[in-house]
């Protein structure tokens, strides 16, 4: 049996110096007519975030910080992955493995950590608490080095279920994600519902679903913002989504050797997917930001963090193939939080139809990757949703 071994971060100082280096010898490309944004990232802005991370970013502090998690390093089917493993402070907690996307890593979760694992300690119900599992993705941050080809999502549910069943030894877990995590997850409780207690995603990426098969008549009348919203964001989305699908290895070799080059484009996505109304300050702090540049450039897997896409459209991309034909698709409990600057929005009659439909909330704020932006809403989303299901597990 695979046995998950204690994990620190420690990020030898030669890193950090190597780092420094080259933020403070940026060779900054031209621009022009580009104060909107049009062209990509505006180069003011970001040379005044390159000079943060330059000169007041404590990378230390953030590692000391995330060090105070218990992290984990096991190797399942010859694939190293790094999680997070919080055992929750209560009478029963209810392990719940959240998984991550692209451009996110597993940090993105951590201002949930406290609220879930130890609701009384924040004004909740000890009731509620939950055991949290949180990977990152291989070939994202410290699930290094990836030595392994062909990890599509399908893979990816094997490996997380193992991961749950046989290396941590829970035999029901409910799950729960945004983007590929969103996907991995509603894959995950369609091919193991004797295993899966309920799923909450951002995105209903059930099954069968075909993205290009969707049209204008699928939207109900009062969800014709989100035809709005696809056509707004539309744009965002194509860029990264065509060359990382087509051919990532050659934009890796750009991106890996130079942290503004990863930085841009980690940080134009945040801004382009969250709702911040232009401004990414609106909805994280510099030193947010700076993490997660760092984590993706001092662990060099912004590289193969691109991967999945290839991986994904290689392998026939959606829709995923149901393993039967009843009805719903998705058998066990779902709920789905959809954010008004969500980037893939789906019809909530296609979901009906699909899944187990139990939630279908409509948040009042939050964008594409809302458990980062919102953490106190999403928050109240997993533990509402999942609380008449405590007694499946």
């Not at 009384?120 to 080095?145: C, K, N, Q, V, W």
């Not at 841009?264 to 990414?280: K, N, Q, T, V, Y």
């Not at 963090?305 to 459209?313: D, I, N, P």
Request: glycine content about 8%.
């Amino acid at each position: 049996m695979t046995r998950a071994e204690p994990f620190t971060i420690a990020v030898p100082e030669s890193e950090l110096q190597a780092l420094r280096a080259r933020l403070g010898q940026t060779r900054w490309a031209d621009e022009l007519a580009n104060d909107d944004w049009r062209y990509g990232v505006e180069r003011g802005w970001l040379e005044e975030m390159v000079r943060y991370w330059h000169e007041d970013y404590d990378w230390r502090a953030i590692e000391a910080e995330i060090n105070r998690v218990p992290q984990f390093k096991a190797t399942v089917d010859s694939v190293p992955i790094h999680f997070a493993h919080i055992k929750g402070k209560g009478p029963n907690p209810m392990p719940l493995l959240l998984v991550h996307g692209w451009p996110w890593t597993f940090y993105d979760y951590f201002s949930l950590i406290g609220p879930l694992t130890d609701p009384a300690a924040y004004g909740g119900d000890p009731a509620e608490s939950f055991d949290l599992i949180i990977p990152s993705l291989p070939g994202h941050g410290f699930s290094m080095p990836l030595t392994k080809a062909g990890l599509d999502v399908p893979a990816h549910v094997e490996l997380f279920t193992t991961l749950m069943n046989d290396v941590l030894g829970y035999s029901r877990f409910a799950v729960a994600g945004g983007d590929w995590g969103a996907a991995i997850t509603n894959l995950m409780a369609h091919t193991h519902p004797d295993k899966v207690i309920g799923l909450l995603a951002t995105i209903p990426f059930f099954p069968g679903l075909d993205l290009n098969t969707i049209t204008p008549g699928d939207y109900a009348e009062d969800e014709q913002w989100m035809l709005e919203r696809q056509m707004e964001s539309g744009p965002t989305v194509v860029s990264h989504f065509t060359v990382q699908s087509s051919d990532p290895q050659t934009l890796a070799y750009a991106l890996v050797d130079s942290p503004v080059g990863t930085a841009a484009w980690l940080w134009e996505r945040r801004r382009a997917w969250s709702d911040c109304d232009g401004d990414l300050f609106n909805v994280y702090s510099r030193d947010w930001l700076c993490t997660l540049a760092s984590i993706y450039w001092l662990t060099r897997s912004i590289g193969t963090s691109l991967r999945l896409y290839f991986e994904h459209a290689h392998a026939g991309g959606m829709p995923f193939k149901p393993l039967h034909d009843r009805k719903p698709t998705i058998e066990v409990p779902c709920g789905y939080a959809i954010a008004p600057k969500e980037v893939m929005l789906i019809p909530r009659g296609l979901a009906e139809q699909a899944t187990n439909l139990m939630n279908w909330n409509l948040l009042p704020k939050g964008g594409h990757f809302s458990f980062a932006e919102q953490p106190e809403l999403m928050t109240e989303q997993l533990r509402d949703f999942f609380r008449p299901l405590r007694d499946q597990g």
